[in-house]
């Protein structure tokens, strides 16, 4: 009768206390794996504005929420490239979603230049006239294109802006036999394109000139508050009101 050797399992040379413990060690290493993800950035649109204007009198807006595309109404930065691809940064993001992040630098800007403030979220009410500001951006895309100049670099980034907006002054002490607001309200657009800077790093000039393109914005349309309170036109020729 042959005899049978019996081959011992690979895992019975090792002791139970050593299984265990590279068990626990396999463990720690997965679990280090998952917590190694990159921690998002996160960048904010408000901008840091010197007032142009000297008001000797408070001013009382009402900056409405903008309009902005579902397409770019997110916190991941989105970037355009002229083929039509978008590349959404999941590591690179606003403080808030960037319709949000336009209202509220659109309305501290105005704030700081008008010396004015803003109702709409502080409730305040006063008894003259206030001015209320609808915005709509069409495009507030950071593009991408391949850069036709050597010295630049491969890729050349931008800024581009379409943006309309009206602005309504409400008098609530205005006699109702009186003529109606209505006819007063201003309505304008801009179309402009800020560049990116190419050097430093690429994250933050995106920032930079997003909000360069902010501010010439709030701009544009402290310039159109004062040209309805001034019964005035608005004196910008990158601006076309009607």
């Known amino acids: 009768m042959l005899n049978k050797k019996y081959k011992t399992p690979s895992f019975a040379l090792f002791p139970r206390r050593t299984i265990s413990r590279l068990t626990l060690l396999s463990m720690l290493i997965g679990l280090t794996a998952c917590s190694s993800s990159p921690t998002p950035n996160y960048y904010t649109l408000t901008p840091k504005i010197t007032p142009l204007i000297s008001a000797t009198n408070i001013r009382m807006i009402e900056v409405l929420p903008v309009g ?5 109404n997110r916190i991941p930065m989105v ?7 978008s590349n959404v940064l999941d590591n690179e ?17 105005l704030q700081q230049k008008l010396g004015a403030v803003d109702r709409y979220n502080s409730g305040v009410r006063g008894s003259g006239v206030s001015y209320r500001i609808a915005t709509d951006f069409s495009h507030f895309d950071i593009v991408d294109q391949p850069s036709t100049n050597l010295l630049m670099g491969p890729i050349d980034r931008k ?15 205005r006699a109702l036999t009186q ?14 394109t ?19 393109s902010l ?5 544009a349309v402290a310039a159109s508050v004062v040209a309805v309170e001034s ?12």
């Open 159 to 173: 800024i581009e802006v379409a943006v309309a907006w009206t602005i309504k002054p409400d008098n609530p002490s």
């Open 231 to 242: 019964k005035t036109k608005v004196n910008r020729p990158d601006v076309v009101c009607f």
């Open 194 to 212: 800020d560049i990116v800077a190419t050097d430093g790093n690429k994250i933050q000039a995106i920032v930079d000139a997003s909000r360069q």
């Open 179 to 192: 003529m109606n607001t209505q006819n007063l309200q201003l309505s304008c657009r801009m179309t402009f």
């Open 215 to 219: 501010n010439q914005v709030i701009n």
């Open 68 to 72: 902005l595309p579902d397409r770019l």
């Open 79 to 85: 970037l355009q490239e002229i083929s039509g691809k």
């Open 93 to 109: 993001r606003w403080t808030s979603i960037l319709a949000s992040e336009l209202r509220d630098g659109l309305s501290a800007g």
